[in-house]
């Protein structure tokens, strides 16, 4: 994981070539997090979901998905069982569960399909969570305001700016097109063993896969005039208290272009599953034993 230091950024599409949810752009303060490199692969999910089944956790029919390869983003997760993994790999860390079914904060979320309610979450734990909408396109971002991509991109034209040597969207031309069930790269492919090949560099705090592989979910319900609200700007924005649906950011392997862009928003039924569904994690504060500070690019490049 990687810190993301505290402050305020423009959120949103400040070109006006996006969709209407992303606008109107409005300065969002976010306190610090650290966030993970990656999303979270299919080893990790396989290692926790193993300790999760003997300590009082169900995952409701994951097993019966497809699964995806080990070093590859997980796939098939519903936004449900995301937080339930996030809880299972807090408890197994020792650290403190952030998601609950009770305003007391006691009843840890493992099991069922209830919908974890906003006074249920734990915000000042230390354990894994998912980002808010605005944590998560702060981090995307890397620090470039106003940018299309989470790579140098600022301007009204995206598709200039987007390539298969970039991110893994929709016909983007890696070598892992042809698996059927969920065509997704390695997280951390674009390393310079990309086709075609090109520069290897990570976007400005250090994290790949923000544009493209596999969708991420947030913790946000979603609203599609959620932006134009007063209380969008508030510090720490955490969403609307009604929506339909919880938010996906940064497109898929199966996504165009125009939804690998960093403002773009997607939306789908927390219990539902899709091939191009997955996550990374977030802990509030600097809470991750790691330098506080993002390393430098080092030539490295932004995946998707």
């Not at 969002?28 to 300790?51: L, N, S």
């Not at 250090?206 to 609203?223: K, P, S, V």
């Not at 272009?257 to 091939?275: G, I, K, L, N, T």
Request: charged content about 25%; proline content about 7%.
């Amino acid at each position: 994981m990687v810190h993301v230091p505290a402050g305020e950024f423009a959120m949103g599409d400040a070109h006006g070539t996006g969709y209407r949810d992303e606008r109107p752009v409005r300065r969002v303060f976010v306190c610090e997090f650290c966030v993970a490199r990656t999303e979270v692969t299919q080893a990790q999910w396989d290692e926790v979901a193993r300790w999760a089944q003997t300590n009082g956790y169900a995952f409701e029919g994951f097993e019966r998905c497809p699964r995806n390869k080990p070093r590859h983003p997980i796939c098939n997760v519903s936004w449900r069982d995301a937080v339930k993994w996030a809880n299972a790999r807090s408890e197994k860390e020792g650290r403190t569960p952030v998601y609950h079914l009770d305003a007391q904060q006691r009843e840890v979320y493992r099991r069922g399909l209830t919908e974890v309610p906003a006074h249920g979450v734990k915000w000042s734990a230390n354990g894994y969570r998912l980002p808010t909408e605005a944590e998560w396109e702060k981090a995307a971002r890397g620090g470039l305001s106003g940018h299309q991509y989470p790579w140098p991109s600022n301007g009204p034209e995206f598709t200039h700016f987007f390539d298969g040597s970039k991110a893994n969207f929709w016909q983007s031309g890696d070598p892992f097109e042809s698996d059927a069930d969920c065509a997704t790269s390695p997280v951390g492919y674009f390393d310079g063993r990309q086709t075609p090949a090109g520069v290897d560099m990570t976007n400005g705090f250090g994290l790949y896969d923000t544009a493209g592989n596999a969708f991420e979910w947030c913790w946000d319900l979603y609203h599609d005039t959620w932006y134009g609200q007063p209380e969008a700007a508030r510090p720490d924005s955490r969403g609307p208290a009604a929506g339909y649906g919880r938010v996906l950011r940064g497109g898929s392997w199966i996504s165009s272009d125009r939804y690998c862009r960093v403002a773009a928003r997607y939306v789908s039924e927390p219990s539902y599953r899709c091939h191009c569904y997955g996550f990374r994690l977030v802990v509030s504060g600097s809470g991750w034993p790691t330098r506080k500070t993002a390393p430098s690019p080092r030539r490295r490049r932004t995946p998707g």
